[in-house]
């Protein structure tokens, strides 16, 4: 089976995080065989897709040792390339179906937005977890800033950790063994680290568990700070949220996220970006 890389979330070749995308002609192929395919092409995760009508696609995702529910840059990454391929067309709009979920997928004006599953909180960290967590990343108290981690969801659920400034964001030491047991502890994906300067969100995400020491793009996982900040009164309702990504890996990212209310007040997502498809 033929793999595209696709760099996500960024307009440049090697910028942003890559995926691998299969394109599946009739059906998708054996899990043991997607499984495999991911971890030989070794990138966070790997899509495949297959058309089953004209505006619908199914979508799987596999990590080099997992597959996931939901991955938002593999699925920029898929669209970007079922555009160049003329699989698809520009201003439409498009469903993704993915084991979170049924997903809608906006192609326009050179971006894709997607919409994130419905967002939902699942409280804070007990204090013993709060301090292991500062821990982990060879923190001290205090680092935090004036906001509290807190565990939240839309797709895949991540702990978001906020700091007090870019120089603790960059210093980060993480202990991956320790963020893998903490991660599976709380049944969460891994941790999304984040600081605000200037209207400007910068992030560093960690899954360790799932194979991904550090990414350098994370679509579900600002998806789902984007409504964390919502909640805490940092960002509005209709206003594009820019979250920059993967600087300490020399790979910047540029995320959009944008939140929604409908007339019940209840909340929804869309993330966006653009991708560059290397063949």
């Excluded at 495999?36 to 966070?44: L, R």
């Excluded at 994130?116 to 804070?124: D, H, L, N, V, Y």
């Amino acid at each position: 089976m033929k793999v595209y890389t696709v760099d996500a979330f960024t307009d440049v070749p090697f910028g942003g995080n890559p995926a691998g995308v299969v394109i599946c002609e009739k059906e998708m192929p054996p899990e043991e065989e997607m499984r495999a395919t991911a971890a030989k092409v070794g990138y966070s995760e790997t899509a495949f897709v297959l058309r089953l009508a004209a505006d619908t696609f199914r979508i799987r995702y596999f990590t080099p040792v997992e597959e996931v529910q939901l991955c938002g840059h593999a699925t920029v990454g898929t669209f970007s390339l079922l555009l160049q391929k003329e699989i698809i067309e520009g201003g439409k709009i498009y469903t993704a179906k993915t084991n979170a979920g049924d997903i809608t997928v906006d192609v326009k004006d050179g971006l894709v937005w997607l919409d994130m599953a419905s967002p939902k909180e699942m409280g804070g960290l007990s204090p013993e977890d709060e301090k292991a967590l500062l821990a982990m990343y060879g923190l001290k108290e205090g680092d935090y800033g004036d906001l509290r981690p807190a565990l939240v969801d839309t797709g895949l659920p991540d702990i978001m950790m906020p700091l007090a400034s870019r120089a603790l964001l960059a210093e980060l030491k993480p202990d991956m063994a320790a963020i893998s047991a903490l991660s599976e502890k709380l049944n969460v994906t891994g941790v999304h680290a984040f600081t605000a300067e200037n209207g400007t969100v910068y992030c560093r995400n960690f899954a360790p568990l799932y194979g991904i020491d550090e990414e350098s793009a994370t679509g579900t996982s600002n998806g789902a700070l984007t409504y964390y900040l919502y909640r805490r009164g940092l960002v509005g309702s209709g206003k594009t949220n820019l979250f920059i990504q993967g600087e300490a890996m020399g790979k910047p990212s540029k995320i959009y996220s944008k939140l929604t209310l409908d007339e019940a007040g209840n909340a929804a997502i869309r993330v966006g970006g653009s991708a560059v498809v290397r063949e």
